[in-house]
């Protein structure tokens, strides 16, 4: 179980790398493997992010606390709050890239991203127009408690009428996006790179 995961989170990582998103040993990647309790799989701490391998993971409880304490591997410095955001949204991907439009938007509108009028915001459950949506920002902290915390005071949750906004920015680190599985976490990054991208570009 944990190697499967540990194989899907080494296929996304290598892909983000080759868009530039995870250079170095930036970034994180975790899939919930169980909900009650809540444990995750995450990727280890501090290794080349473009080269991670099926072994390279590392299971996590609901504080982000190495759940086996037999594996000698470092879970990431982040899985705290890669565990409160699974627990909050319900998602069972979550994804942590350091992409450098993510960086500027966050820098440049602190207050949150707006968004309108783009097609491509119907990739993450929105509408294309009649509609703003706004990617949060909050500040950052190297403690995963405080960064629990400022996530719970800007997320959106889905209303009866409008979906949640799945994804947020650090600002001055990079980006989070998350969503029901593997597959829609990284639609819902590769989107909000997207339209981070383009509004940085026209602003
Ligand atoms: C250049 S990596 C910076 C790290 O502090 C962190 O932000 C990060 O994304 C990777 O940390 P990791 O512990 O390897 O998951
Ligand atoms: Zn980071």
């Known amino acids: 179980m944990l190697h499967a995961a540990g194989a899907a989170l080494a296929d996304e990582a290598r892909r983000f790398s ?3 998103w995870m250079r170095g ?7 919930v493997v169980d909900r ?3 444990l995750l799989a995450v990727t280890a701490s501090g290794l080349d992010k473009s080269e991670l391998t099926p072994a390279d ?11 086996d304490s037999s594996d000698p591997r470092r879970p990431s410095a982040e899985s705290g709050l890669h565990a409160h955001i699974a627990a909050r949204t319900g998602a069972n991907a979550v994804y942590h890239v350091h992409a ?3 960086v500027i938007a966050g820098h440049r509108w602190p207050g949150g991203v707006e968004l309108r009028d783009l097609e491509m915001l119907k990739g993450i459950g929105h509408l294309a127009h009649d509609e703003t949506v706004v990617i949060p920002v909050i500040q950052n902290h190297q403690e995963m408690a405080v960064e ?6 800007v997320y959106l949750p889905a209303t009866a009428e409008v979906p949640e906004v799945p994804a947020m920015i650090v600002a001055g680190h990079g980006m989070y ?3 029901t599985d593997r597959l829609q976490a990284r639609h819902h990054l590769e989107i909000v790179e997207w339209l981070l991208r383009f509004t940085v570009a026209t602003a």
């Open 100 to 102: 450098m439009d993510a």
């Open 36 to 38: 009650d309790p809540l």
């Open 25 to 31: 040993t930036s970034g994180n990647l975790s899939l």
């Open 148 to 153: 629990a915390g400022r996530f719970d005071e």
């Open 57 to 67: 993971v590392v299971l996590v409880d609901a504080h982000g606390a190495a759940a």
């Open 177 to 179: 996006a998350w969503g």
């Open 18 to 20: 080759g868009f530039g």
